[in-house]
């Protein structure tokens, strides 16, 4: 198919042809599931190749990830997909009202290259759940990964179901130019605008999942040993590159001393003194984000780690002891394995700092305190996140997952990702044999009457 008039054809021939079944659609989904389940040794090494990515990583929060996805949709579908009967008002007599969800048509899925395969393939599942027609533009970052992708679905869906387009800024440009129903955009949250303009062109709808700075925020009741090992945990998965990994850790000043040892005895169990060597700690996607975050150590205390080699693109397990909210790591997303720590003495202080930033996708709350753990969560609006734990909440497919502000507009995941690819077209279904004639002018009082007693 010609790239520039992709979303044309494909809305052609979802005219002609009409969308999959609800029977196609699970045959489609089930195939995939069988594809990724004998590939698991390709996917392994072009996350390795893209990412020096682990082969538990590979599996945990990639394969294994999509495979419980599509199970969990596989499962569900018939119900999500079926007619839903709504209750009619009185005043409504005697029709019955009707919910059918229908697929927005030809969409877009636009994905970024730190979980190349999980994030392209979980939006597909809910595009295709929902009977859509997929163009799908995996990241020109994580080359070997996209290649896999568009062979994995090539073998699955046909030319007219859906297209991969493989390329990079002038690709996607082209795709943009177009008319699609909706788009689904992960990425950063500048792309995020430029992309929200491009559908403004149609009005398309969007949904964007975007990034910015996760807080975690240690209270003075927590274990902070269970907090130092959960937060190095989500933290340097994927060496820090996970959207919502905790961008930085806020911490009672007279626990910085002791979060710093656990984190350090932890760091050292889980990827061994020497992180270089080890297979499970994965590297820096390319030079420039190298670069970007190698500067952003000048001139702050290293507590842990520190270590860099340009030339394998390894960042270790960097975490900052006493970094101030005016220093330069405190403006952006980090994205990667640095892991600043700041220092409250008033809670009251930690939180309206945490509020001087825009809402976050993910917050973090260690606390043993059940009135505080409510009390802060009800104060901070954020995206999603967890008590006493990180990134876990986005494994829970009864969780939608998605930002607030400027980490994103809209969520997936489970059953919201279904609604998601779906306009819920609404119906009321009249009978043809009764027809009160209540509605009909000439008005009069008496009718006005019988109207005020429905409709107080
Ligand atoms: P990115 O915004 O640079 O790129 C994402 C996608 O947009 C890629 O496919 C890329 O080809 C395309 N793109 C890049 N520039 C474009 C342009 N000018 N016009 C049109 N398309 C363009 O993001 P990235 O570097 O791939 O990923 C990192 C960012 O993504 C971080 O901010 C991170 O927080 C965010 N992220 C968010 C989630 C989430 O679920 N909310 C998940 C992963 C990453």
Redesign the pocket.
């Known amino acids: 198919m010609i790239l520039e008039n992709i979303a044309d054809e494909f809305r052609k021939s979802l005219q002609t042809q009409g969308c999959l079944s609800i029977k196609q659609r699970k045959q489609k989904l089930e195939s995939l599931k069988i594809k990724i389940q004998s590939s698991q040794s390709e996917i392994n090494k072009a996350l390795k190749l893209d990412l020096g990515k682990s082969e538990f990583e590979t599996y945990t929060t990639e394969i294994g990830f999509i495979l419980e996805e599509i199970s969990y949709t596989l499962k569900h579908l018939e119900y999500w997909a079926s007619v839903k009967k709504v209750k009619t008002p009185i005043a409504l007599f005697p029709g019955k009202s009707f919910i059918h969800a229908e697929p927005y048509g030809v969409v877009l899925i636009?994905?970024?290259?730190?979980?190349p395969f999980q994030?392209c393939l979980s939006p597909f599942i809910g595009a295709i759940a929902s009977g859509n027609k997929v163009v799908l533009?995996?990241?020109?970052?994580a080359p070997h990964t996209a290649k896999l992708i568009n062979e994995l679905i090539s073998s699955v869906f046909s030319d007219s179901e859906v297209c991969v387009v493989e390329g990079?800024?002038a690709e996607?440009?082209t795709l943009?130019k177009q008319k699609f129903d909706y788009i689904f955009?992960?990425?950063?949250?500048?792309?995020?605008k430029?992309?929200m303009k491009s559908a403004a062109e149609y009005l398309t709808p969007v949904t964007l999942?975007?990034?910015?700075k996760s807080p975690c925020l240690i209270e003075e009741s927590a274990n902070i040993d269970l907090a130092a090992k959960r937060i190095v945990w989500g933290k340097f998965l994927n060496a820090g590159q996970t959207?919502v990994a905790p961008d930085f850790v806020l911490v009672p000043e007279h626990l910085q001393e002791e979060l710093i040892q656990r984190m350090k005895y932890y760091l050292n169990l889980f990827y061994t003194e020497d992180t270089k060597d080890c297979a499970d700690y994965s590297r820096i996607i390319n030079h420039r984000h190298f670069d970007r975050l190698s500067d952003l150590l000048n001139e702050l205390h290293v507590a842990i780690g520190g270590d860099l080699n340009r030339d394998e693109n390894f960042i270790s397990p960097t975490v900052l002891r006493d970094v101030q909210w005016s220093d330069k790591i405190m403006e952006d997303?980090i994205?990667g394995p640095l892991l600043p720590i700041l220092t409250y003495t008033k809670l009251e202080e930690a939180l309206k700092n945490i509020l001087k930033y825009p809402k976050p996708?993910a917050f973090y709350l260690f606390s043993e305190n059940t009135a505080k753990q409510q009390s802060i969560i009800s104060q901070i609006p954020f995206g999603g996140g967890c008590i006493n734990d990180t990134v876990v909440h986005l494994a829970n497919p009864n969780l939608p997952?998605g930002?607030v502000g400027t980490?994103?507009i809209g969520s997936y995941h489970g059953q919201k990702s279904f609604d998601t690819f779906s306009h819920y077209k609404s119906i009321y279904h009249q009978s043809s044999v009764v027809d009160l004639p209540l509605r009909y002018p000439p008005y009069n009082e008496k009718k006005l009457n019988w109207i005020k007693l429905f409709l107080r």
Do not use: D, H, R
């Open positions: 636009i994905s970024p290259w730190n979980y994030l533009k995996p990241s020109e970052f990079g800024l996607t440009q943009l955009f992960t990425g950063s949250t500048a792309v995020g430029i992309i999942e975007l990034g910015g959207c997303e994205f996708l997952f930002g980490s994103g």
